[in-house]
C-alpha cells in the first residue's frame, strides 16, 4: 500500500499544534464519511469504489480495444479535470519515446489559435506511408458549455465530418446523464457516449469514463488501476492514519503561515501527475483566503530553477516529494578510459541510484534550509500504485479541506472567470 511519511516535518510543528489539528481533521473525515460536510452531494468518487461497476469498466474497455486496432491518433477534448487525470496516467505510464500504440494529443484545454491550427493540420496531413489518419475524438465536458472545450469539439468535429463519411462513429462523448448542450448534439447525431455520474465532480473523475477511456484507449489497463483504487478505499476505510496525519500536519502548518506546497518527483513520468494532484487540492483548498497553494516541481531538472528559492527564499514553503521506491532503469553510468570528464567515480553506478541519492540529498538540504517535507512512497510505478495513489490523495483532499472549514467540491471563483469573460465576449444571457 502506497506510504505516506510526515516524520521530516513533524518537528517544525508542536505537539500541541499537532493536537489541535488532528481533531479539526478527526472530525472532517467524521463529515465525510457520513455525507455530513457542505458540498455532500459530491461524494460519488467515495462510491463508485465502494461499488465498483465491472460492466461499465468492460464496456469501456470493449471500446478501447476497438479504437486501439483502428485509430492513429485519439483527441482527449476537455479542461481542468476533465483531462488531467487522465493525463496524469497516460504520462506515468507511457513510454517516452517512441511509443507504438495510439498516439494521444489534447484539446479543449485552452484557447490557443496556433495550437489549434497546428492541431488541424496535424490530423488532416498524411501519414508517411501517403494514406489517411484515422482519427478519434472523445469530448470530455460535464457541462456541456466549458467554452475551451466547446470551442476546440466544434473545430474538431468539423473537420472530422469533413475527413470521413463514419465521422458520427468516431466521435465519442462523455458528459452528464442530461441536460446541455452536449446531450442535445448526441441525440441529433448518435454519437457513443458515457456518463459522469452527477455526484462525482470534474476533479474527482479520473475513475469515471472521464479518465478511463483515454487511459485505455493509450493501453493500460484500467481494471488494475480502478481496482488498485478500490483497494486504497477498503484500506483507509479500516485505517487512514496517514492519511489524517498528513492532512493535520497541512493543517498546523497552514496556521503557522505555511502557503505553498510543491509537490516534487524525481522521475520526469510523473510530472503531470504532480498536474492532477496541482488541480485536485487547489480548486479544492484555495476559497475564503484559505488554502495551501499547490505547485509542481519536476527534481532534479527544478533545483536548478526552484533549487535556490526552495532553499533560502520566503519560508514559507513545504513540500511534498512523491517518490518511486523501485524506480528501476537498467542504465548505468558507462566507464571512460583516461577519465576526462572526471566522471569515473560513478562509473558502473546505475542512474536510478544517482538518483535517489539526490533526492535524499535533497530531503537533507531542504530539511536544514527549514522546508517541512512529507514523502509519499509507490513501491513502483504501475497501474495498482498510482490508482491508490489517486485515491489517497482525493481522500486528504476532502479531509483536509473540510478540516479548513471549506466546501471541497465547489469551484465559485472558476465561475467568476467565466463571467467576466463571456460579457467581455458579448455572450448573450
Ligand atoms: O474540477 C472541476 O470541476 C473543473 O476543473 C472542471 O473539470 C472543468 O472546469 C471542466 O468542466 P466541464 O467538464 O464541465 O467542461
Given at each position: 500500500m502506497i506510504k505516506s511519511d510526515i516524520g521530516y516535518a513533524r518537528s517544525f510543528i508542536s505537539e500541541e499544534e499537532y493536537i489541535k489539528a488532528r481533531k479539526k481533521v478527526d472530525s472532517a473525515l467524521e463529515q465525510l464519511k457520513t455525507k455530513s460536510g457542505p458540498g455532500s452531494e459530491w461524494l460519488g468518487w467515495r462510491d463508485i469504489l465502494a461499488n465498483p461497476n465491472d460492466a461499465e469498466l468492460d464496456q469501456i474497455d470493449s471500446l478501447a480495444r476497438a479504437v486501439r486496432k483502428d485509430a492513429d491518433v485519439f483527441v482527449v477534448c476537455g479542461i481542468g479535470g476533465s483531462y488531467l487525470g487522465a493525463k496524469a496516467v497516460i504520462d506515468a505510464l507511457?513510454?517516452?519515446?517512441?511509443?507504438?500504440g495510439v498516439e494521444i494529443v489534447y484539446a479543449g484545454h485552452h484557447m490557443g489559435g496556433k495550437y489549434l491550427e497546428q492541431l488541424l493540420d496535424y490530423l488532416k496531413a498524411p501519414k508517411a506511408d501517403g494514406t489517411q489518419k484515422s482519427v478519434y475524438l472523445n469530448v470530455i465536458s460535464k457541462s456541456g458549455t466549458t467554452l475551451e472545450t466547446a470551442l476546440s469539439f466544434r473545430l474538431i468535429r468539423d473537420l472530422l465530418e469533413e475527413m470521413y463519411e463514419d465521422a458520427s462513429k468516431r466521435i465519442i462523448c462523455t458528459t452528464s446523464k442530461s441536460g446541455g448542450v452536449l446531450n442535445g448534439l448526441i441525440e441529433r447525431n448518435g454519437y457513443q457516449k458515457f456518463v459522469i455520474p452527477d455526484d462525482v465532480g470534474g476533479r474527482f473523475s479520473?475513475?469515471?469514463?472521464?479518465?478511463l477511456l483515454p487511459i485505455a484507449v493509450a493501453g493500460i489497463d484500467i481494471k488494475t488501476l480502478f481496482y488498485g483504487a478500490v483497494s486504497a478505499y477498503n484500506y483507509f476505510e479500516e485505517d487512514c492514519e496517514q492519511v489524517l496525519e498528513y492532512a493535520a500536519l497541512r493543517n498546523a502548518l497552514h496556521e503557522k503561515g505555511i502557503t505553498i506546497d510543491i509537490f516534487s518527483c524525481f522521475e520526469p513520468e510523473l510530472a503531470s501527475l504532480g498536474g492532477w494532484i496541482q488541480q485536485l487540492l487547489g480548486e479544492s483548498e484555495g476559497k475564503e483566503g484559505k488554502g495551501i497553494f499547490p505547485s509542481v516541481a519536476s527534481f532534479s531538472t527544478d533545483l536548478h530553477s526552484l533549487g535556490q528559492f526552495i532553499q533560502q527564499g520566503t519560508r514559507s514553503i513545504m513540500e511534498t516529494f512523491i517518490i518511486i521506491e523501485d524506480a528501476f532503469s537498467h542504465i548505468k553510468v558507462n566507464h571512460a578510459e583516461g577519465n576526462e570528464d572526471g566522471l569515473?567515480?560513478?562509473?558502473?553506478?546505475?542512474f536510478h541510484e544517482i538518483n535517489t541519492k539526490a533526492r535524499i540529498g535533497t530531503t537533507e538540504a531542504h530539511g536544514e534550509g527549514g522546508v517541512p517535507i512529507v514523502n509519499i512512497t509507490l513501491q513502483a510505478l504501475n497501474e495498482q500504485n498510482i490508482g491508490e495513489l489517486i485515491y489517497f490523495f482525493e481522500l486528504m483532499t476532502g479531509v483536509f479541506v473540510y478540516s479548513l472549514g471549506v466546501n471541497p467540491f465547489n469551484q465559485p471563483g472558476v465561475e467568476d472567470y467565466k463571467k467576466a469573460m463571456y460579457r467581455l465576449l458579448g455572450k448573450e444571457s
Open positions: 507511457s513510454p517516452h519515446f517512441g511509443n507504438k479520473v475513475l469515471t469514463p472521464v479518465g569515473n567515480y560513478l562509473s558502473g553506478k546505475p
